[in-house]
């Protein structure tokens, strides 16, 4: 049976194998799909020993993306721009990095939420993997503009500078930001990790919309600032599903039908 799975620390609360199984049960496809636990600063033993292994294919995800392009033999274009890959193919000349997070992202926030994004002042918080991952496919919407805000500074400042090219966009502190904001965008990992962010009380508005990457539970608490402060908003788990529907396309040539699957993980939380 074909092997793939997700490789992250931490990884065992991932949903990506549920999910993956469901697309497989949908499509007729005969897979297996596992959680593998990478521990800090062994990604590239870790996927070599899957990959000789035999695998066809593995998501990565936090803290392994920018390790993941690194270890890939070749890379897509969107995955070249973005500096961070989500999904690895085993190819006959080697293994491919791509990056789905940002099509996941765009196809949830306008397809499954009906979000028009043009002309839209977004803040993207954090300037991580999954950040690297959006910022070109958010540009390519034409937003009024676009901040990446982080609480390490420097490292939007070079994302800022990496995707200056494609649109308006530019850096600055969490403390900096000043609202309200049309559409946050929370990828950070402090609602994974059950931090708090240090946001400005006016960066959410009546009008904002608040989107975390992080699901369920984990992102309930940025979800209840935001609200408090009169916005709507959403949890990652759209997303979730719309970046592993792509990959399982990268991977199978079957595009899954991603609605029922993700109605049936909203039933079940
Ligand atoms: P990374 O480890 O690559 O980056 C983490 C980012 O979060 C950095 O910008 C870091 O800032 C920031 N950060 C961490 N803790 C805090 C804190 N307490 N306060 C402020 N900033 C903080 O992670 P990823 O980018 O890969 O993932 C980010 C999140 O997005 C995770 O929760 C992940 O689960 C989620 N995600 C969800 C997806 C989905 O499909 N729904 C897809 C991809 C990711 P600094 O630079 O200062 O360290």
């Known amino acids: 049976m074909d ?20 697309f497989a049960a949908q499509a007729g496809e005969a897979m297996e799909y596992s959680a593998l636990l990478v521990p800090e600063g062994a990604f590239a033993e870790r996927a070599s020993a899957f990959f000789s292994g035999g695998a066809r294919g593995a998501n990565v995800t936090l803290p392994f ?4 392009f690194a270890f890939a033999a070749r890379r897509t274009p969107r995955a070249e721009l973005a500096g961070a890959v989500n999904t690895l193919i085993a190819t006959a000349s080697g293994i ?36 690297r991952g959006v910022i070109a496919p958010l540009l390519a919407e034409s937003p009024a503009s ?4 982080n609480r390490t500074p420097a490292r939007a400042e070079e994302l ?24 946050v ?14 946001l400005p009380p006016d960066l959410f508005g009546g009008a904002t919309f608040a989107y975390d990457m992080a699901y369920g539970a984990a992102a309930g608490a940025f979800l209840a600032e935001a609200r408090g402060g009169g916005a709507t908003g959403a949890d990652g788990l759209g997303m979730l599903v719309e970046q592993a529907a792509e990959a399982f396309h990268l991977w199978r040539g079957k595009r899954p039908q991603t609605a029922p699957v993700l109605a049936a993980l909203r039933g079940a939380r």
């Open 96 to 131: 491919e990095g791509d990056n789905t997070d940002g099509k996941g992202l765009l196809v949830d926030l306008s397809g499954n939420l009906g979000l028009k994004l043009r002309g839209l002042r977004i803040v993207v918080l954090g300037a991580g993997g999954a950040a």
């Open 146 to 149: 676009l901040v990446i805000a």
């Open 185 to 198: 965008i929370n990828a950070t990992s402090s609602s994974t990790r059950g931090e708090s962010l240090a």
């Open 65 to 68: 993306k920018e390790e993941a």
């Open 160 to 183: 800022a500078a990496r995707f200056g090219h494609l649109g308006s966009v530019r850096a600055c502190s969490l403390a900096g930001l000043r609202g309200p904001i049309d559409l």
């Open 3 to 22: 092997r793939y799975a997700v490789l992250g620390n931490p990884v065992a609360h991932s949903l990506s194998p549920g999910i993956h199984a469901a």
